[in-house]
């Protein structure tokens, strides 16, 4: 009973706490006023706004939220249940396509790429059908950057949480949103994502800057005319010496101009002049990163991938893979219509040589003409056309939360990224990346939730498996990319089941004598190590599983580039996912005897070096 009425006590704290979003950010609205306002731009008169008792969520108050959940509260800690279930059925299908006026056979979802955006709301429940129409290839959905808080077994991850999905087969993902802000969906089965195995996804809540309208989401992504399960083996057996081939083109909301400019189409968005709308930009690349930037409009940066952000003013910003901001965009300038740009960036993996367009139009401007001359900005150059780096010191969360600095961080601490060209039992040459000096292999039919259903702990060493048994204990990784086992580039590094802390980053070695920022430093599913230089991240463990870490550089982590946290192992068995678990391997097993294909590479490698 006290136990319960101290957590009553301590729920109502954080409510509390969280109600009362701190000022520096809303200019929040009483009723009236925000009638008479007909946007929240600067321009239009623009009364003092105050939010009103139950703190509701609206153009004015986007910090509040309701129920006394806000932008203040910590969801890593307290999250709404609305005990809403929102339902989407994906099905994922061959098809012939023309996205850029090139034609060729993709995986799509519901015959349409990218595939539907999943919208929700804080606290709701989930519930994605997802049934795999194709004939030879298994599929799985990860939901990219939700946590699934002890729900690990709906990650996705083909080999890791689950069997693959069978061909004709359909798996029921279901998870609870304990975060917001946009993200994406995609295939974690092999490459399979770049043939087009995508979506986006929004899950709506508080904000830390004011807008009248949301544009929603705007994936932006290299795009190959090859498929990726032609590219993959060639790039795996040393077919492209100097590194992945170049994509042939960009789409930036699933669509573009082919090369030429003479078929396709530009992606074109209506905007109204005197309006502040919220733009989210998501990076779902295989190889490129981007820079990207409106001409003659500033981006306000509100979220680092699902993270609030203190606002800040840019006019390009980099976007690594699997990145995400969200950006507010204020139409304030003339009426016309403007070229939106994406540079890849030579100083990055990129090799694409191409900038890709996209046109904002205002309302009024002619709704079919391209930009005139007049109105373009130059692109970034010099030291700014190559800096592949996250802007880490702009990136300020905007619930403070520290990392404990009592600790010196052991070598044991240190994960090497390198490169290596083997041999494998056929005396076929394979490329591998590794990590820790193992290129992670998984086998779909054995996915680690099985060793841990099983209690076996014999872990293939091709696993690269670091148990994590601690509970609620910070970890804390240096991810090393050694100059002389690694070419110089740099990889964007993902994190299943958490938002890590980014400590730090930079070029060399590092060896604690480099500045770490505790205090309340970045905090995101996906940060960029720097070309032979190191990024030093943290996170508690407080949520029982098995969580990749791999370069979503697609062809890097089919070259094994990539190791799972076990995390809390003990308490997995206890999370009562083991029935629907069993299930998917049943049907993976049936297919997979007779199955045409096999797997190629890391799952995530070639089978026959599996062991390795
Ligand atoms: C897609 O369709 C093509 C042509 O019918 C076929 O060759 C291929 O195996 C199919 N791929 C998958 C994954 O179902
Ligand atoms: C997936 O299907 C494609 C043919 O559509 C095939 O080339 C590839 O090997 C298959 N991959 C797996 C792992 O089944
Ligand atoms: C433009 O590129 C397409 C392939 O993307 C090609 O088929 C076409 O011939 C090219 N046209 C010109 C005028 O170069
Ligand atoms: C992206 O494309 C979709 C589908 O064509 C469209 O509904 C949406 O408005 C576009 N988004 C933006 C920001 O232009
Ligand atoms: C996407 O990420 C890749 C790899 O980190 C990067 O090369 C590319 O520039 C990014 N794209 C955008 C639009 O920022
Ligand atoms: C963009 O931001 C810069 C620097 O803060 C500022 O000088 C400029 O006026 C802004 N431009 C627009 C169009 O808001
Ligand atoms: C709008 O742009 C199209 C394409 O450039 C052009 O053909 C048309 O004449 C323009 N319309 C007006 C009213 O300027
Ligand atoms: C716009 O600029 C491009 C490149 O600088 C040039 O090739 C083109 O002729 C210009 N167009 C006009 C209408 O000035
Ligand atoms: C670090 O400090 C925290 C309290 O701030 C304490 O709980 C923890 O035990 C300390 N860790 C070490 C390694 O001293
Ligand atoms: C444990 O896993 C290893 C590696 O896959 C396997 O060889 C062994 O047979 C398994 N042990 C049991 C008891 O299942
Ligand atoms: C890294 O690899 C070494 C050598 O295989 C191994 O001893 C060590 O435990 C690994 N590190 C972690 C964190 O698992
Ligand atoms: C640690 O690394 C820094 C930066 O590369 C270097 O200046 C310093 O000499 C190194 N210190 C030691 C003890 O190796
Ligand atoms: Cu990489």
């Not at 994906?90 to 012939?96: F, M, R, V």
């Not at 970034?380 to 905007?398: E, T």
């Amino acid at each position: 009973m006290l136990l319960f009425l101290s957590l009553v006590l301590l729920s109502l704290h954080q409510a509390l706490a969280a109600y009362i979003p701190t000022a520096e950010l809303v200019q929040i609205n009483d009723g009236l006023a925000r009638r008479q306002a007909s946007s929240t731009s600067s321009t239009s008169p623009s009364p003092t706004q105050k939010a009103d008792s139950q703190c509701t969520h609206g153009p004015f108050t986007r910090a509040c939220w309701g129920n006394g959940y806000s932008i203040a509260t910590n969801y890593d800690a307290v999250w709404p249940n609305t005990g809403k279930v929102v339902e989407y059925f994906l099905d994922i299908q061959n098809a012939s396509m023309s996205l850029d006026g090139f034609s060729r056979q993709l995986y799509v979802i519901n015959g349409q790429f990218p595939g539907p955006t999943i919208t929700a709301n804080w606290g709701d429940t989930l519930r994605i059908h997802v049934k795999n129409s194709l004939t030879t290839n298994g599929t799985g959905i990860h939901w990219h950057g939700l946590r699934q808080w002890k729900t690990n077994h709906m990650d996705g991850t083909g080999g890791v949480t689950e069997c693959p999905i069978a061909p004709g087969q359909s798996r029921t993902y279901e998870f609870l949103c304990t975060q917001f802000g946009t993200t994406w969906y995609h295939s974690h089965f092999s490459s399979q994502y770049t043939d087009g195995v995508v979506g986006t996804m929004i899950i709506n809540g508080p904000a830390t800057s004011n807008y009248d309208l949301d544009l929603g989401a705007f994936p932006i992504t290299d795009y190959y005319h090859r498929p990726a399960f032609e590219l993959g083996p060639l790039i795996q057996n040393g077919g492209f010496p100097r590194g992945p081939p170049a994509g042939d083109n960009i789409l930036i909301n699933g669509t573009n101009v082919n090369l030429n400019g003479t078929q396709g189409r530009y992606s074109r968005t209506t905007i109204t002049k005197g309006k502040k709308y919220r733009l989210r930009l998501i990076n779902t690349s295989t190889n490129d990163n981007f820079k990207v930037s409106l001409d003659g409009h500033n981006f306000t940066v509100i979220t680092a991938d699902f993270v609030p952000v203190k606002p800040f003013t840019t006019q390009w910003l980099f976007l690594g893979i699997g990145e995400r901001h969200d950006v507010i965009v204020e139409a304030n300038q003339p009426i016309d219509n403007y070229w939106f740009h994406v540079v890849p960036i030579t100083g990055c993996s990129s090799n694409l040589n191409k900038n890709a367009l996209a046109i904002f139009s205002y309302t009024g401007a002619n709704s079919t003409g391209l930009p005139s001359n007049a109105t373009r900005s130059n692109a970034p150059s010099g030291a700014a056309a190559s800096d592949c780096n996250d802007p880490n010191d702009k990136l300020i969360p905007y619930v403070k939360l520290d990392v404990p600095s009592n600790y010196t961080i052991p070598a044991s601490s240190r994960l090497d990224v390198g490169f290596a060209i083997v041999q494998n039992t056929a005396q076929q040459t394979l490329f591998q990346w590794n990590l820790n000096f193992t290129a992670m292999s998984v086998e779909w039919d054995r996915p680690t939730l099985e060793y841990v259903f099983n209690k076996n702990t014999t872990y293939p060493p091709a696993m690269n498996l670091i148990t994590l048994p601690g509970k609620n204990t910070w970890s804390y990784w240096v991810i090393q990319a050694v100059p002389t086992i690694a070419p110089p580039i740099p990889h964007p590094i993902h994190l299943h089941g958490h938002d890590f802390y980014v400590l730090g980053a930079g070029t060399g070695i590092y060896n604690n004598s480099q500045t770490l920022n505790y205090k309340n430093p970045p905090r995101r599913d996906v940060a960029m190590l720097p070309a032979s230089g190191y990024l030093v991240i943290a996170f508690i463990t407080d949520n029982p599983g098995a969580w990749l870490m791999h370069c979503h550089i697609a062809w890097h982590v089919g070259l094994g580039l990539a190791a799972q946290f076990l995390e809390q192992a003990d308490q997995i068995p206890s999370l009562g996912i083991g029935q629907e678990f069993q299930q998917g391997c049943s049907a993976w097993d049936t297919y997979s005897q007779n199955a045409i294909f096999h797997q190629e590479d890391s799952g995530l490698r070639r089978r026959e070096i599996a062991g390795y």
